[in-house]
């Protein structure tokens, strides 16, 4: 088995502290009788996946790797609907967290 790099570590339990975060924040927002009449149910939804995707990332799964990357890719695409410091920050965020999952110890990391 290999040993888990630290920075996999650390973007597997940002993802899980934003869904979580995200989900504790956004769920008084969603209604009961009618989920579907604002877009809560889906932001609900995202943050969801944030939370599957850092765990199964922690445990090694590339799939959740791949998920992850698409998961703030798609932040950076609905950034560019708001202020341009969304965008950049959504920008970065992707920069960094690709250069760490994509890293040569993390795909070994990731390889069955």
Known sequence: MIKRP???????W?????GIVGVAYHATELNIHNPF???QAWVLF????????????????NWARWLLLVWIAYHVYISFFHEFSQLATHAVLLAV????LLRPDAKKYFQP
């Open 46 to 61: 995202s943050r969801l996946l944030a939370i599957v995707g850092g765990a199964f990332t922690l445990r090694g799964a």
């Open 6 to 12: 630290l920075s996999v570590t650390i973007v597997g």
């Open 37 to 39: 009449s604002n877009d």
């Open 97 to 100: 967290i690709s250069y760490f």
């Open 14 to 18: 940002l993802f899980i502290a934003a």
